[in-house]
Nanobody, 124 residues
Framework: QVQLVESGGGLVQAGGSLRLSCAASGRTFSSYAMGWFRQAPGKEREFVAAVSRSGGTTYYADSVKGRFTISRASAANTVYLQMNSLKPEDTFVYYC?????????????????WGQGTQVTVSS
């Protein structure tokens, strides 16, 4: 069992930056691939970014490529999402997810554990 707790969301003006953090419980953090997804009310959850177990491979949605960076700090059992050049259309609840099984990084159904979400609101 893994527990994920997101933090770092908030209100920011367009063009600004935020860094989301996702702290994972347990001693086997390096066994888990990690991802970030986002969701608007009444809409499906969409892929944002993912990082492999080793941290050596990353994936990004086209809509965030070049603006967002995912990274992981194994010593801290934490994965980060640095979000720069934020736009109003980046306004969502952002969720952290993890899996130690078979992994398709962009598919939410490939992830087993989910955090509670953190709201990001970008004003124009």
């Amino acid at each position: 069992q893994v527990q994920l707790v997101e933090s770092g969301g908030g209100l920011v003006q367009a063009g600004g930056s935020l860094r989301l953090s996702c702290a994972a419980s347990g001693r086997t953090f390096s066994s888990y691939a990690m991802g970030w997804f986002r969701q608007a009310p009444g809409k499906e959850r969409e892929f944002v970014a993912a990082v492999s177990r080793s941290g050596g491979t990353t994936y990004y949605a086209d809509s965030v490529k070049g603006r967002f960076t995912i990274s992981r700090a194994s010593a801290a059992n934490t994965v980060y999402l640095q979000m720069n050049s934020l736009k109003p259309e980046d306004t969502f609840v952002y969720y952290c997810a993890s899996t130690n099984g078979a992994w398709n990084p962009t598919r939410p159904e490939a992830y087993v554990y989910w955090g509670q979400g953190t709201q990001v609101t970008v004003s124009s």
